[in-house]
């Protein structure tokens, strides 16, 4: 028998617009839909929209770069944020979706992984945020433009909403 004891905690949510995101998303944009094609079927998951498997990033070597670039970055809050300088990271797991209207993404979270992020590659205006959630019922709402990258940890609930256009 364990006894449960809770402390609230503010856990950050970190987030940015890449600099070079407008080449960066016209290659993997190119990418996605050239995946999707070679792997047209969705697993079973959270997310209620087209989504690639898991090892996406294992898959196809076009990502590489780009999973190093987030790697870096999560290495550098780490050392900003947390002042831990002796971490290395690597990527567990990678997939990338497309939302239509109507597509949603059930509230969960990413444990046992440090960090979770999400890139936004093509995203409109009537596309649904995404919204994170704590234990006390409180709840940040993050829009996502084109080109912002969110890393959280990955103990955080998040889910989105169905939404009324491209994601």
């Known amino acids: 028998d364990f006894n449960l ?8 949510i970190f987030s940015t ?3 070079d995101h407008i080449e960066l998303n016209t290659y993997l944009k190119e990418i996605i839909l050239e995946h999707r094609k070679k792997f047209p079927q969705s697993r079973e998951s959270t997310v209620k929209a087209w989504h690639s498997g898991y090892d996406t990033h294992i898959l196809n ?3 590489k770069g ?3 670039r987030v790697l870096d970055i999560s290495k550098f809050l780490t ?4 002042y831990n300088t002796n971490l290395s990271f690597y990527m567990r797991d990678l997939w990338v979706m497309m939302y239509e209207k109507g597509d949603k993404t059930v509230k969960h979270d990413h444990f046992p992984s440090v960090f979770a992020c999400a890139y936004y590659v093509d995203v409109d205006t009537e596309s649904s945020p ?5 234990n006390n019922g409180n709840s940040l709402t993050i829009q996502p433009k084109n080109g912002m990258l969110i890393i959280w940890g990955s103990l955080i ?11």
């Open 79 to 82: 050392k900003e944020y947390y």
């Open 130 to 134: 995404i919204i994170f959630e704590n």
């Open 61 to 63: 070597p076009k990502l």
């Open 5 to 12: 004891n809770e402390i609230p905690v503010n856990l950050p």
């Open 17 to 19: 617009i890449l600099d």
């Open 66 to 68: 780009f999973t190093e």
């Open 157 to 167: 609930k998040h889910m989105v909403l169905p939404t009324d256009g491209k994601r």
